[in-house]
């Protein structure tokens, strides 16, 4: 989806066009990245197995609430069991990997449902956790085992099994949970190229009944991006924009990034279009505990306004339109929106 952008509107023009903007993230829409402004320097294009690795890992349950499972077949972990799950190949989109990864290991043919989970330690490891269902094939029996699994098997959860790891049971869990009631509109990963691993920001402060955007000036006014790199966490990135909009007040705030309303990735370009857009909501909000000259606490004074901006290049644009007011506010208070945790 292409956002285009008028040099020639009126600023009340441009106000606008960005609440339309984040109307569209919100419907899990997003657009190509076009401009970086923050961390770009420190940041190497993503080229997938050199700078960035993307892993796939699948939750698909039966009718019975069981969950799929595949026996290992590597030297290091064989015949433990754990989720489909395995590395983005180069040439590879999310879904294709995803698709492939199940066929696999375990035999049959699934479509994603949606994202369950992103967690990241840093740019270059990111998981992608889907739920997904089954379309077709068969399970994988020990007779057809080969290096990419032994079998696989349905589990119920409650009969033992030699796992590879305990982390997938949060992400089974999780999987449980969103299928009986959904807490996150579906959310699919966007076929638009994106070179850095980036963060597009809607970065708000909030009042009670109030909310401010961030936003950048030039050329026109737009959402703040920030490419990640390789020494932080992928949402780190939120952090530089807010230490590059207002140095003094980054102390003594807290940043938070909320989770994804949409992401972004092609991988069709090997070394181009690799990266990963992830469209990030974002929350500053003051930190009460604050310590004077002397290191002694002292208490923060609330205005009820965000910080002063410090740096020409930003301002601050409290959001007009009330059913998007009301939107953002609500997020912000459910987190009905797609969790990125950092495993950091």
């Not at 294009?45 to 939750?59: E, F, G, N, S, W």
């Not at 923060?300 to 910080?307: D, F, V, Y």
Request: net charge negative; hydrophobic share 40%; proline share 6%.
């Amino acid at each position: 989806m292409n956002v285009p952008t008028d040099m020639e509107d009126t600023e009340a023009e441009q106000r606008q066009r960005v609440e339309e903007q984040v109307e569209i993230l919100l419907g899990g829409q997003g657009w190509e990245v076009e401009r970086y402004y923050v961390g770009l320097e420190q940041s190497k294009p993503a080229a997938l197995r050199k700078t960035v690795t993307y892993i796939i890992c699948a939750v698909i349950l039966n009718d019975k609430e069981e969950v799929l499972m595949v026996q290992e077949a590597k030297p290091d972990c064989y015949k433990l069991w754990y989720l489909p799950a395995g590395r983005v190949e180069v040439g590879e989109s999310l879904e294709e990997a995803l698709r492939r990864e199940v066929k696999e290991e375990a035999g049959f043919d699934c479509e994603p449902i949606s994202l369950l989970l992103i967690q990241e330690q840093g740019p270059q490891w990111i998981r992608f956790v889907f739920l997904a269902r089954v379309t077709g094939g068969a399970i994988k029996t020990p007779s057809a085992a080969d290096q990419e699994s032994l079998q696989a098997s349905w589990w119920d959860r409650e009969s033992i099994l030699p796992l590879r790891g305990r982390d997938i049971l949060r992400l089974i869990d999780c999987g449980l949970k969103y299928r009986r009631n959904p807490w996150h509109p579906v959310t699919l990963p966007l076929d638009l190229s994106c070179r850095h691993v980036i963060q597009r920001l809607v970065l708000v402060y909030t009042n009670t009944q109030q909310i401010w955007m961030l936003l950048v000036k030039a050329p026109v006014l737009h959402l703040p991006a920030a490419a990640a790199v390789k020494t932080h966490a992928v949402t780190w990135a939120a952090n530089m924009v807010v230490q590059d909009a207002m140095p003094s007040a980054y102390y003594d705030h807290d940043v938070t990034t909320l989770g994804i309303f949409s992401l972004q990735h092609n991988g069709r370009q090997h070394g181009r279009t690799d990266g990963v857009c992830f469209n990030s909501l974002v929350a500053l909000t003051p930190d009460y505990v604050q310590l004077n000259e002397d290191g002694e606490k002292m208490d923060a004074t609330e205005t009820g306004q965000p910080p002063p901006v410090e740096n020409p290049q930003y301002i601050w644009h409290q959001v007009q339109k009330e059913p998007l007011r009301e939107k953002l506010l609500e997020k912000i208070r459910s987190m009905s929106i797609l969790p990125i945790h950092s495993m950091y």
